[in-house]
């Protein structure tokens, strides 16, 4: 269940940069199409979303403790590649897309 709860948030998460960037990005080329738009997209998120709110109103503390584990590991990893970024422990690639005539 915690899985499954933790995946949404991420999924929601992912879509809303997505939408945020390309709204504000108009002139770059997408490599994919959302073939619902953002209301359909708004719309299949939403049931999912509502049921794991009901189920976190009734989570016991067990599960709270564990969904703040899971999220303070998640901020830590993310803290640790920063600084292995500026400390230059790894190599990090950039890619970047060719224009297309």
């Keep these: ?3 499954t709860t933790g995946f ?3 999924s929601f998460g992912s879509f809303r940069s997505t939408s945020i960037s390309s709204l504000r990005f108009t ?3 997408r490599p994919y199409r959302i073939p619902l738009g953002t209301f359909g997209c708004i719309l299949l998120i939403l049931p999912p979303s ?3 709110l009901f189920v976190m109103a009734y989570a016991t503390k067990m599960t709270y403790a564990y969904i703040s584990g ?3 590991v ?3 990893i993310f ?3 920063k600084v292995a970024r500026r400390n230059e422990w790894c190599e990090y690639v950039h890619v970047t897309r060719d ?3």
């Design 1 to 3: 269940m915690c899985d």
């Design 8 to 10: 949404r948030f991420i």
């Design 27 to 29: 002139s770059v080329p």
């Design 50 to 52: 509502i049921m794991t």
């Design 70 to 72: 899971i999220l303070i």
């Design 74 to 76: 998640g901020v830590g």
């Design 79 to 81: 803290e640790l590649q």
């Design 99 to 101: 224009k297309k005539s």
